[in-house]
């Protein structure tokens, strides 16, 4: 493949409605414009408190339900958000498609007990970057024993975009979150908070460790030990950090 990769991960708080998925479609479709020389991986989160519904829904039918079956349960918010934003990236005429977990590689012999022992087979995924311009994936999920689908815990997604990263050889990973990257101070509560354009992997584990959860410390942990800089931005800001 001749083309660079590039892997871009857009959190559930970004893809809030129909408006919302057209506004990241314009943000790739831009991006391709400015690198025409790139192809595109985009990771996707389930839309904030879709998540926790699946489950309150599922302990309304019973108690303690089943792990794996919870698994498959919350892929749906994953696997929604892979569709309707590769519609609307189609709508702008990009030459983008939908892949399922087991189109990814991702393979997860822990789950969300030990995510960072995932690994990636690139196969199908390459074959789908070799035909598509973006490829938009399903993240937090991987694929375990028997195909079954496992969940890599809360802020998998991170997580995911980091591991495919790393398998491409991609160019950068970049996370989008609904904040222009990492704060002095949590900028929704304090407006005297001053972003910040650099950081350490071992500062940002450490507030990771004291309870920001702007980037999953399993990603953080990961992207350190393959020497892979991760950019953290927002849609529509010059603001961002890099984490190296």
Same mark, same amino acid.
């Given at each position: 493949?001749?083309?660079?990769?590039? *892997?871009?991960?857009?959190?559930?708080?970004?893809?809030?409605?129909?408006? /919302?998925?057209?506004?990241?479609?314009?943000?790739?479709?831009?991006?391709?414009?400015?690198?025409?020389?790139?192809?595109?991986?985009?990771?996707?989160?389930?839309?904030?408190? *879709?998540?926790?519904?699946?489950?309150?829904?599922?302990?309304?039918?019973?108690?303690?339900?089943?792990?794996?079956?919870?698994?498959?349960?919350?892929?749906?918010?994953?696997?929604?958000?892979?569709?309707?934003?590769?519609?609307?990236?189609?709508?702008?005429?990009?030459?983008?498609?939908?892949?399922?977990?087991?189109?990814?590689?991702?393979?997860?012999?822990?789950?969300?007990?030990?995510?960072?022992?995932?690994?990636?087979?690139?196969?199908?995924?390459?074959?789908?970057?070799?035909? %598509?311009?973006? *490829?938009?994936?399903?993240?937090?999920?991987?694929?375990?024993?028997?195909?079954?689908?496992?969940?890599?815990?809360?802020?998998?997604?991170?997580?995911?975009?980091?591991?495919?990263?790393?398998?491409?050889?991609?160019?950068?990973?970049?996370?989008?979150?609904? *904040?222009?990257?990492?704060?002095? /101070?949590?900028?929704?509560?304090?407006?005297? /908070?001053?972003?910040?354009?650099?950081?350490?992997?071992?500062?940002?584990?450490?507030?990771?460790?004291?309870?920001?959860?702007?980037?999953?410390? %399993?990603?953080?942990?990961?992207?350190? %030990?393959?020497?892979?800089?991760?950019?953290?931005? /927002?849609?529509?800001?010059?603001? %961002?950090?890099?984490?190296?």
């Amino acid at each position: 493949m001749s083309r660079r990769v590039a *892997v871009l991960k857009i959190g559930g708080s970004v893809l809030t409605g129909a408006r /919302a998925y057209r506004q990241a479609a314009e943000f790739i479709a831009a991006r391709l414009c400015a690198a025409p020389d790139e192809r595109t991986v985009v990771v996707v989160s389930a839309e904030t408190g *879709v998540t926790d519904a699946l489950l309150a829904t599922a302990r309304e039918i019973v108690e303690q339900p089943d792990p794996d079956t919870l698994d498959l349960l919350w892929s749906t918010g994953e696997l929604r958000s892979v569709a309707l934003l590769t519609l609307a990236l189609q709508a702008l005429g990009v030459d983008a498609c939908a892949a399922n977990v087991h189109q990814t590689g991702l393979v997860s012999a822990g789950g969300a007990h030990a995510p960072g022992e995932s690994r990636i087979e690139p196969l199908r995924l390459r074959a789908l970057l070799a035909s %598509h311009d973006v *490829v938009v994936v399903p993240g937090f999920l991987a694929r375990g024993a028997g195909d079954a689908v496992v969940s890599l815990g809360r802020g998998g997604s991170d997580l995911t975009a980091v591991l495919l990263a790393a398998g491409l050889d991609a160019c950068r990973c970049e996370l989008v979150k609904d *904040v222009p990257g990492y704060f002095t /101070a949590d900028p929704k509560r304090d407006p005297g /908070a001053r972003p910040l354009d650099a950081l350490s992997f071992t500062r940002a584990i450490e507030m990771a460790d004291a309870g920001c959860r702007l980037v999953q410390r %399993h990603a953080l942990v990961a992207a350190q %030990h393959r020497h892979l800089p991760l950019v953290v931005r /927002a849609i529509g800001h010059r603001l %961002h950090t890099v984490i190296q």
